[in-house]
């Protein structure tokens, strides 16, 4: 207790007597929070014009100058070159005899700072770089400051040019970070570069500007000020005061449990504070051990993560904490624990809520596809690792891009990184791990799956329109699981990079083709990939989570594969529900209760059980859900419990007063019960007209195959008790038609094809037309509610969904969940039209719904190799296989084994289904 009452009341006596950084913000704090100044810039949009412009922002985003994406600056160079802001301030009496820096959070690009017509030094070259000027001596305390800045928007230095404005991203201009001053003792902390490991071992370089003596101490505390291990102390020499002590019972940093702390460093003079500093930390240790794997505290992990641009449709880079948070926390919400910065630092900001919330961090120099010169470089990478080296969840420094690598620059991230984290070249295989950009599957000979050295690929499923991201995901992570060299990967991109123009009345601009590669919308809008990257990548696997539905033999028991890295499964709280399904959208539990975690670790496998009722094989379905220590939702599995025969037997309607009738015509056969009216075509066995009450249901000209031929061999009609039925037999693939129409109105069509062995095929199955015109919603029993193909059918789950017709066009729109496309294990489902309901009824649940055909996204930019889709004929499809999609820069047959065409086997495989068709409210 004593060491504990000395150690509190020197804290407290430091706090006392302290002395602190001092800020005073000049601009605003972030996009929501904005201060104006005066502003003209020399071409596009309100050239030549002083007004008013909010700071921090974009001034393209403003109402000035030109827009621009990606543009060779060379051979386009724009009008609007040069930036001018003024703004008056004054500075706090009280911070005379004080030193004052002034700090730019972020510029683009080079950037000259003028005070009271006084350069405060050389022009700033680089735009997404923290740096400062001390102006102490041009500053008139307590007066009137006048400040000047001129940024132009493409640098004089042409390595500048090409590393940051000949990119794959928007070139924004303008001051876009805050801008503040700082106030300190002339003797004071002028920087700190630490490591606190996981096993407690602490060390820190504290760096003194002002004197060349004197004593440095630092205490280790909890975030809510209890502290912890005792004081380290160490004298300054020649400037730099070297500590390193230990600290007993930390809990280690880890993306699955972000355990911070606080230490506060302290410049000593003459036994009292001269001045302090702090800093948010974790005890967390990475190592890239070669040939071998990525290393966070001594355990092997997998990077799960996706490429992070730092923007918002209506500030362009002006960001804010709160997005930061927002951003984060989807990651998590998808179990995604990593990220890669691309293609610059991101605001601080969103730094500390990585280390807040568990992101694994890859921290990376511009450089998209040419690098800077050394001379230019050099104090960027400075500026980089000097801001950010002291956060837990930074795990590499990235030195530019796709062969923006200049290789003089890797030494010298050591120099300002206590941590001597490894320094990676993304697309390269550098430095004894392999960052392979867009790889096919079975690529290579030599590396990846088939190489010696780790492997993570920092681009991959390149997630153009809706292709890639969540496609074929699967397979790549089922294989990286399988291999002890992958360190995981990160998928291209996080979010739709588009952007509100005003001079195109408010539309929403992402570049043509160029820009849409996000799993999210602009304004963070779900994509389907979204919940398929969450199942995908649960920390919590299910082996049963690979059938659609529970088999026979259920009895309650449920293997779990642990798949986080640290985290045992008794963490995590697991509950299981009971459902009906009716008519209605959603469900009605009718049982629920809690599953007992199971003691299994990291990596490991064990079993739980669920207390079913006696009643539980009457439900429609099981659901399963997992939550986190933090109550967040690890995922929800589904699986049917009810057949497809059960649910359409219960929708069946009781039988009408009179039995069916069938009239032959010369070209069809015309069937009647009650108000419903049938006609099918003599010469091909196809619906040619169905009506109700005289109202016409537009279903025509099927079921015909997708694929195949068909010729018609046979048709007759036949009684049977109440019924009608017409049989149609043929020659080709196709097989049979069988058409029936019972009392109750129902009219069903049993089909079968058969098709030839050893073939490939896209999809298949049967079609109908219908105008989508009529379509105004769904509603229906399936997995949902966002659409599938064959290489992405994780993430949707078992439900009755609903969703009103919409256009869109993936990554050009972002109305989600789209309308159009595969909907997978469609049981039911009901199509509100413009005229009578229409509702079909599956008999077998291996049947995927092709609701019309998507329209395709067309634009300027890169032509794609694997999101262009050959879809099936007809409107409204029941199909057996569906067709995959591929990536900007793989067509789908590169892409894993779920993306490969069917293959029948050798001797055909034949296929039957058998589809109600209840026109009007009649389905119960």
């Known amino acids: 207790m004593h060491w504990l009452l000395s150690a509190f009341l020197l804290a407290l006596s430091s706090q006392c007597f302290a002395e602190p950084t001092q800020i005073q913000y000049l601009s605003g704090v972030d996009k929501d929070h904005r201060v104006d100044w005066d502003f003209q810039v020399n071409g596009g949009r309100n050239a030549g014009v002083w007004k008013k412009i909010p700071v921090p922002s974009n001034w393209e985003m403003e109402g000035f100058g030109t827009y621009r994406y990606s543009n060779d600056w060379q051979k386009d160079p724009a009008p609007d070159n040069t930036g001018l802001y003024r703004y008056r301030f004054t500075v706090p009496a009280d911070w005379r005899g004080k030193q004052i820096d002034i700090v730019f959070g972020g510029s683009m690009t080079d950037t000259l700072v003028k005070i009271n017509g006084q350069p405060a030094g050389p022009v700033h070259q680089g735009g997404f770089y923290e740096f400062r000027y001390d102006v102490t001596r041009l500053l008139k305390q307590g007066e009137n400051n006048q400040l000047k800045v001129t940024v132009q928007r493409y640098s004089a230095n042409a390595s500048v040019n090409r590393a940051e404005r000949s990119s794959d991203y928007w070139l924004f201009s303008g001051i876009y970070r805050p801008v503040w001053l700082e106030a300190k003792p002339q003797t004071n902390i002028d920087r700190v570069s630490l490591d606190a490991r996981h096993t407690g071992d602490f060390s820190a370089d504290v760096f003194v500007a002002g004197a060349t003596s004197g004593k440095v101490s630092a205490r280790i505390a909890t975030l809510d000020g209890a502290p912890l291990g005792k004081e380290i102390r160490a004298d300054v020499v020649d400037g730099k005061a070297h500590l390193s002590g230990h600290v007993d019972r930390i809990v280690p940093w880890t993306a699955e449990n972000p355990q911070r702390y606080q230490v506060r460093f302290a410049l000593l003079s003459g036994g009292k504070v001269v001045h302090d500093v702090s800093r948010i930390i974790g005890f967390r240790t990475m190592e890239l051990r070669p040939r071998d794997g990525v290393y966070v505290n001594g355990h092997k992990v997998r990077l799960k993560g996706s490429n992070r641009h730092s923007i918002w449709p209506t500030s362009g880079r002006t960001t804010s904490k709160a997005l930061s948070y927002q951003d984060a926390r989807l990651m998590k919400e998808m179990n995604m624990n990593a990220v890669r910065m691309s293609h610059y630092p991101p605001d601080p900001h969103f730094l500390d809520v990585a280390d807040e919330v568990g992101l694994y961090v890859i921290d990376e120099l511009t450089g998209w596809q040419k690098a800077y010169d050394t001379d230019v470089a050099t104090p960027l990478v400075k500026e980089l690792v000097q801001r950010d080296q002291h956060h837990p969840s930074i795990l590499f420094w990235a030195n530019g891009n796709e062969g923006g690598f200049n290789r003089d620059l890797d030494r010298l991230y050591a120099g300002w990184d206590a941590q001597k984290r490894p320094v990676i070249h993304p697309w390269e295989n550098f430095g004894g791990i392999d960052t392979a950009h867009y790889p096919t599957y079975n690529c290579c000979a030599t590396s990846l799956f088939n190489g010696r050295d780790v492997f993570m690929p920092t681009e991959f499923l390149h997630g153009l329109y809706d292709g890639g991201a969540g496609a074929s995901l699967n397979d790549w992570w089922n294989a990286m699981l399988a291999n002890p060299l992958s360190a995981g990967g990160f998928i291209w991109a996080f979010v739709d990079e588009g952007i509100v123009r005003d001079d195109r009345n408010g539309a929403i601009d992402v570049a043509g083709n160029l820009a849409p590669d996000g799993i999210l919308g602009p304004y963070r809008e779900k994509e389907g990939s979204f919940f398929a990257i969450k199942k995908i990548w649960s920390p919590l696997y299910l082996p049963l989570s690979e059938m659609a539905s529970l088999p026979p033999t259920f009895d309650g028991s449920i293997t779990l594969e642990n798949r986080y890295d640290f985290t045992n499964l008794n963490q995590l709280k697991l509950r299981w529900e009971l459902v009906r399904l009716g008519l209605g959208e959603g469900h009605i539990v009718t049982a629920q209760g809690s599953i007992k975690a199971p003691d299994v670790a990291a990596g490991m496998r064990g079993v739980a059980s669920i207390a079913l009722p006696r009643d539980w094989s009457k439900q429609d379905a099981l659901y399963i859900s997992a939550t986190d220590r933090d109550g967040r939702e690890i995922y929800k599995w589904s699986w049917m419990i009810a057949t497809p025969q059960q649910v359409a037997e219960r929708m069946r309607a009781p039988a009408g007063p009179a039995p069916a009738s069938v009239t032959e015509l010369a070209d069809s056969y015309q069937l009647q019960a009650g108000t419903l009216s049938t006609v099918i075509d003599k010469a091909t066995g196809y619906l040619r007209e169905l009506k109700k009450d005289g109202v016409v249901a537009p279903l025509t000209n ?65 079609t109908f037309d219908y105008p989508e015109s009529q379509v105004t919603s769904m509603r229906w029993l399936g997995r949902g509610p966002y659409r599938v193909w064959k290489n992405r059918t994780q993430g949707e ?35 509100k039209t413009k005229n009578l309901p229409i509702t079909f009824i599956n008999h077998v649940d291996d049947i995927a719904l092709g609701m019309f055909t998507p329209r395709e996204a067309s634009g300027e930019g890169f032509e794609p190799k694997g999101t262009h889709i050959d879809f099936q004929p007809g409107d409204i499809s029941f199909l057996n296989t569906i067709l995959p999609i591929g990536t900007k820069f793989n067509p789908p047959g590169e892409m894993g084994p779920s993306a490969q065409q069917a293959r029948t086997p050798n001797l055909g495989i034949w296929l039957e289904n058998t589809i109600d068709i209840v026109v009007g409210d009649s389905a119960r």
Do not use: C
């Open 702 to 766: 099927g079921p015909r195959l997708v694929a195949g031929k068909a010729e018609l061999k046979h048709i007759h009609a036949a009684r049977e008790g109440g019924d009608v039925v017409v049989s149609a037999e043929y020659t080709g693939n196709l097989r049979k038609v069988n058409w029936r129409l019972g009392s109750d109105g129902r009219l069903s069509v049993n089909y079968g094809y058969q098709m030839e062995g050893s073939r490939y095929v896209d999809a298949l199955g049967v």
């Open 797 to 831: 789950e078992f439900d009755v969904w609903q969703k009103d017709y919409n256009d869109t066009v993936s990554g050009l729109s972002w109305n989600y969940p789209e309308f159009k496309g595969f909907h997978d294990k469609v049981y039911w489902a009901t199509l």
